[in-house]
């Protein structure tokens, strides 16, 4: 059973269940995941915070966007929505400064812990270089940028308020099947989007030489794909390692597997994933990109977004 602990602006707990309606989506592409409950109206006063548990497991915890108290034929309703703890790293600037090779413990101290963000710690990696903080620049645009830098990979603040830096690891694997031996499905979509992919990246890597090193990625090349970005690599802000980034993100984004199924399964994201259909075939080296749960009157449904694992390329010879 799903509860909600609500805190308010005295710092009093309130204890619901049962909501009329629940969305709770997350997202890969999105810092902040998000949630929306509609619950019989109580009078709670102003809230600032919510934790929800299914079967006393925490599965989220973030901020209050909103609170609405609605009035209809229908009845008395409150409704609310809230984003996750990467709320706060969207929402305030970081102070304008430079950091001469930066730890990966000294940005977490600096522009996420103090926030109440958990960091699960791994190698405590440095930035060979400087990084620039300039004004107007978001806490989650200093930490992004060094991740990118550092690890060529984009930051993840899970629902429950840990940070991954880098970024959605499996913990997991599914298999999802229509044939009875996997997590069933009642709906499946495959996108292919040729527009995501890059068949070229155009390097420099020294002053004087232009760009003059090539890295295809071959198949896009070999399927008629035309879309080619140029990267300098002498600016320490985007390293040789960034090239490579960029071909593997975009293979990845062009292809995807939407499936919608039974239940409330806010656990999966990131989980690698197998998928066996009776059309497609058996699609494995994929994983659980997006999450989007939603409960009502109707019953539990969760629609699931796949993607490829990100392949790793190779500079050719010149």
Known sequence: MLSFVFTDTDGQKHILSRPLSLTLRMDEDVPADDLYA???YEDLGELVGVSVYDDGKLIFTGILDEQEHRFS??????????????AHLLDNEAAP??????SASLIYERHVMPYGIAWERGDDAVYFGEQQVTKGMSQWSVLKNFCTACYS???RVTADGV?????????KNVTFSD?????PYFELREIKKRCEEISRVNVKIADGEGYRYRLDNEDAVRRGVRRERYLNAVLA???LTCADAMLSNAQAASYGIQL????????LMGSGALLKSQTLGEIGGLYICGVSCRSESGGDTTTLRLKRRKSECGFPDM
Do not use: I, N
Request: proline share 8%; hydrophobic share 35%; aromatic share 6%.
């Open 163 to 171: 940070l991954l830096m880098k970024g959605l690891e499996e913990d």
């Open 73 to 86: 034929e229908k009845g008395r309703l409150l409704c609310v929505s809230a984003r996750s703890l990467a």
């Open 38 to 40: 509609a619950f019989a």
């Open 179 to 183: 044939a009875g031996d996997g997590l």
């Open 97 to 102: 400064q430079c950091y001469d090779h930066p």
């Open 153 to 155: 990979s984009v930051p």
């Open 260 to 267: 919608k199924c039974a239940g409330f399964l806010p656990g």
């Open 237 to 239: 802000s985007t390293p």
